[in-house]
């Protein structure tokens, strides 16, 4: 499956460094871009320097999984800036508010906003995967304005019924719910009645 992953400056870096673990060890293909607020957030959250240059949060970031391939965020020749390439899913993890409201008007700034943009006006799996409380009215209306236009809207709230004992097994939560959406097996967490 071949599956490009946005990471934007909403707070959530675990949600994506655990899916991007999940993605390239279930053998997809995965091009992955960030924003430059996603840097800092995943410099932050996941190694505690918001200062680590660029090039070291990916190379961290990406570390030795396989079949990943990193795209500059201003990159529009890109495959995922065509609709005429063969994409399975694009998902944004996490995903700003400002990416929302960006998506929700259909302008396009970076690689990470064509691709959604490619996936909605292809009719392809867009799951967007939102971390913000509380939400505006404005947000609100982004969220409603992007799922009728057919992207899944995932919000980053773990679950507990499942037995949750570790902010690991509340980050698979949601993880295994993406990997549901995009149609891939998995066994992150026990599923309901098992």
């Known amino acids: 499956m071949q599956v490009f992953l946005g990471v934007t400056g909403a707070s959530g870096a675990p949600y994506a460094a655990r899916l ?3 993605l390239a060890d279930g053998g997809c293909d995965v091009g992955l871009a960030a924003s430059t607020a996603g840097i800092e957030v995943l410099a932050t959250e996941l ?5 680590l240059p660029r090039d070291k949060v990916l190379e961290r970031f990406v570390g030795d999984a396989a079949g990943v391939t990193v795209y500059e965020v201003d990159d529009y020749k890109s495959p995922y800036a065509s609709g005429s390439a063969k994409v399975d899913a694009y998902v944004i993890c996490p995903c700003s508010m400002s990416t929302v409201g960006t998506l ?3 302008a396009m700034a970076n690689l990470i906003h064509r691709a959604a943009s ?4 292809e009719g392809r799996k867009l799951v967007l995967v939102p971390r ?3 939400l505006s009215f404005i947000h609100l209306n982004g969220l409603a304005t992007l799922q009728q236009a057919g992207a899944t809207i995932l919000f980053a709230a773990p679950g507990f019924y499942h037995g949750a004992r570790t902010i690991d097994d509340l980050v698979d939560f949601v993880v295994a719910r993406i990997l549901d959406q995009l149609g891939l097996d998995n066994s992150l967490v026990k599923r309901w009645g098992q």
């Open 20 to 22: 991007l673990r999940a």
């Open 47 to 51: 190694y505690g320097d918001a200062t």
């Open 104 to 106: 929700a008007t259909g």
């Open 118 to 121: 490619v996936a909605l006006k």
């Open 132 to 134: 913000e409380t509380p």
